[in-house]
């Protein structure tokens, strides 16, 4: 993938990945506040003050996250995001870093 290719793939995924969260806040009782600057997405638990930190590497061509339960890196491989480690998909991972981190169940999904 060309680098533009990936910097609009990663744009759009920042995009779906905080979309997720405001749609889980409207059906939920999770408060997070989702901040947008470039190619970092802060996501703060309102109620504890923990954070996820979303953000893109352009030179590697992957996907970071940095939550509590550590720091994984994800790879684009056909449609999804994957684990460079474990080869889980991105939103299974947020959606089980987010549920341990606001103390809830909760599933996101892209698009």
Known sequence: MTDSEFLTLADTTLYAISTALEQACDISDLDV???RSGNVLDIEFIDN???????????LQEMWVAAKSGGFHYK??????????????LFAALSKMVSAQAGMTLVLKDG
């Open 33 to 35: 506040e989702c901040n």
């Open 49 to 59: 003050g923990s954070k996820i930190i979303v953000n893109s590497q352009a030179p």
């Open 76 to 89: 684009r491989v056909g449609a999804r995001w994957l684990n460079t480690r474990d080869g889980t998909e």
